[in-house]
């Protein structure tokens, strides 16, 4: 399983990777019944936004992503409009458009951070395109709150998908 997470820097990847990582390898997916760790993927990580454009050489990538996460820093209102126009651009991506989306809504340990549904809302999700299979789940990268209940459901979206078509 090929997971690509994309998000602006700063949003708090790294943070997530390695907590993740850090976890526990006993502990049980409630849904899957298995740690993702067991399950065998690869993980890249980008940034996105600024200066830095899609490049052709991503886009290699593209088509071999299952999994995408968008990780947003729910405590930084001021990059909100860059981070709605960088998703919806990298989703504009025709190579992207089978994929599973995940949208953590992180930093939710922040006081003043905006809600999953408040992200929702400022990211517009509503406006994704139909046959998009996307969940926004609210996450801390410090705390881990929220991180198993994503990928778990990031996992198994894609799972399904994949039996479906065998
Ligand atoms: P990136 O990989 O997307 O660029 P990082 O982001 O993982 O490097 O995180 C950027 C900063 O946000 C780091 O702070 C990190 O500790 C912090 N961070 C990440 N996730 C969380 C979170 O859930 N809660 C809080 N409070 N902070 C978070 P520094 O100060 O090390 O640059």
């Not at 790294?14 to 899957?32: C, Q």
């Not at 019944?33 to 980008?46: E, S």
Request: proline share 1%; hydrophobic share 40%; net charge negative.
């Amino acid at each position: 399983m090929r997971i690509l997470m994309v998000g602006l820097d700063n949003s708090g990847k790294t943070t997530i990777v390695l907590k993740i990582n850090g976890e526990d390898t006993s502990v049980i997916s409630p849904t899957l019944g298995f740690n993702i760790k067991t399950i065998g993927y690869t993980l890249n990580i980008w940034d996105v936004g600024g200066q830095k454009t899609i490049r052709s050489y991503w886009r290699n990538y593209f088509e071999q992503t299952d999994g995408l996460v968008w990780v947003v820093d729910s405590s930084d209102l001021r990059r909100l409009d860059d981070c709605r126009y960088e998703l919806h651009n990298l989703l504009k991506e025709e190579r992207l458009s089978g994929a599973s989306l995940l949208i953590f809504a992180n930093k939710q340990d922040i006081q003043g951070a905006l809600s999953p549904d408040e992200i929702a809302n400022v990211l517009n999700l509503e406006a994704m395109d139909n046959s998009r299979h996307w969940r926004i789940v609210g996450c801390s990268a410090y705390t881990g709150e929220g991180l198993l209940e994503g990928f778990d459901w990031l996992v198994q979206d894609v799972a399904s998908r994949i039996y479906m078509l065998d």
